[in-house]
């Protein structure tokens, strides 16, 4: 028996950034599509720690642009999205779905002095 395809629940900001406030939301994107974003939000139970996060999922710029593109999410009427715009942008989205393509999981590679850390599908 097929599962029955249940919607996505994202919330979307005035400047275009999805928000995820919904654990399964955040697995399913997980499991199904190799989205990770970045945990925003702070536990109820030690609010003042910040070594772990929870939620809200912050979805990067990319994976937004890709779940819009491939037609997982649809932004809300009025919602416009900025990303990609410029020509570096756009050749980052394209390295971006590259990289998405070929299994790997995706993450901001800042902290390591580059734009994107890799890590291996299963």
Do not use: C
Request: glycine content about 10%; proline content about 7%; aromatic content about 10%.
């Amino acid at each position: 028996m097929e599962e029955e395809a249940r919607e996505y629940k994202v919330q979307w900001s005035e400047s275009g950034q999805a928000v995820i406030f919904d654990a399964d939301t955040v697995m399913r994107l997980r499991k199904d599509h190799r989205i990770v974003g970045a945990l925003e939000g702070s536990h109820p139970i030690k609010p003042l720690q910040n070594l772990y996060f929870g939620l809200p999922l912050i979805l990067l710029p990319e994976e937004t642009a890709l779940l819009v593109e491939t037609g997982v999410i649809t932004p809300d009427p009025g919602i416009s999205l900025p990303w990609p715009s410029t020509s570096r942008e756009k050749v980052l989205f394209a390295l971006y779905k590259d990289m998405h393509k070929r299994g790997y999981y995706i993450t901001r590679g800042l902290k390591f002095g580059g734009e994107y850390l890799l890590y291996p599908g299963k």
